[in-house]
């Protein structure tokens, strides 16, 4: 492709949300997480796509889909960097960044096996103690979880 | 402090140990309290310990109140298959108060939070047993005369002591300097080495018992080395017998130095040493039903 002529990889969207910079190998769980699969609205997946800043890419175009700020957090947790447009009629009307909550519910399970959560039916509760290196704290058990070491339920 | 439930040290301030050291004192002096008339509490002791339990109740007793519960989760309908969160909904309805031991970490923070009368936690698995740290903490008070600006030096198994952790925690408010001696496989672990960093505590490392350590030490903090925490029993033989404290270690120690255990002893400290007044573990475990009467008045928001 020539650098003057530009296209676009994937169609525009009337109304909905656009996930971008999504790294590509998140992409399907950021699906999985914000429970996609379920939607019944035109979805336009994006998947490997070139991009300046990562490389490779992936894209969510979500029609007729605006998320509430808990809904998108769930994906803060594995894909930081993530951009959300909220587009009505062709034009992006707000852009909002995804921040990781100071507390997560019913995401991650918790890595103790003598934890009450994982014995009882019950949502997990976790406090994100440090924000820049991803620790999180079990509110039950109080054990506390690195980065490398989440488990999401 | 989470109003009305005491699970955790973590959720105590400086303000509400202060508060509970002279509420422990008072209950001391004067045992006899009828603030409990009236009241039910449960004792719902899901992991049997009859020392913990026993506490408990007495304090229960010395304040008036009656006494409902189990001390065996096998008798109860958890060993039907109930889940924690129907029991302690069913004897919310009968009781003012549930004091818990429970198998499970994070037991009794879940369970405050499904019901309205307070929870009192008596230890949950290798998590937390919060009113133990308090008679710790009681007994460094009463003879040391203070908490503040104190060489607090712990022995043996510092890796999965709970006691210890919790002591650690709740001795942070008040300036503390540590000493730590372990054999390597029993270290303290990192997130509590962190814990001290992050809150400007100075602590010092030993892997060698030394009479050294003891004679800059106010209280000396000696825990069991279970055979069980080793996955190398050939460790095990090198250092069961290095980390006991005898009498003849004493003669150069502070005169204010007092030696704390959290009992049941076996061998780690030599019968020779209970003699010697520096030992205060049996009066330790005598605090335990003054401080717990502090605790469940406490919460009940009685005094």
Known sequence: ?153 | MKKGSFVSVADLSKEDIIRLMKKTESFETNPNQKLLEGKVCATLFFEPSTRTRLSFETAINRLGGRVIGFSDASTTSSSKGETLKDTIKMVSNYADLIIMRHHLEGAARYASEITDIPIINAGDGANQHPSQTMLDLYSIYKTQGKLENLTITMVGDLKYGRTVHSLLVGMSHFQPQFKFIAPEELKLPDIYKQFLEENKIPFQEYTEFSEDVINQSDVLYMTRVQRERFTDLIEYEKVKNVYILKNCMLNNSRDNLRILHPLPRVNEIAYDVDDNPKAYYFEQAKNGVFARQAIISDVLGII
């Open chain 1, 1 to 153: 492709m020539s650098p003057n002529k530009k296209e676009l990889q994937i169609a525009a969207l009337q109304n909905g949300t656009v996930i971008d910079h999504i790294p590509s190998e998140q992409l399907f769980k950021v699906v999985s997480l914000l429970d996609i699969e379920k939607l019944k609205t035109p979805i336009t997946i994006g998947y490997n796509l070139d991009s300046k800043k990562m490389g490779s890419k992936g894209i969510l175009k979500i029609a007729g889909k605006f998320f509430e700020q808990d809904e998108i957090n769930r994906i803060s947790l594995i894909a930081p960097a993530v951009k959300l447009n909220i587009i009505r009629d062709y034009e992006v009307v707000e852009k909002k960044l995804l921040q990781l909550p100071d507390e997560l519910t019913s995401i991650v399970k918790c890595n103790n096996p003598k934890c009450i959560t994982n014995n009882e039916p019950m949502k997990t509760h976790f406090q994100v103690i440090d924000k820049k290196n991803v620790t999180l704290k079990c509110q039950y058990c109080e054990l506390k979880i690195k980065k490398e070491d989440i488990v999401l339920l």
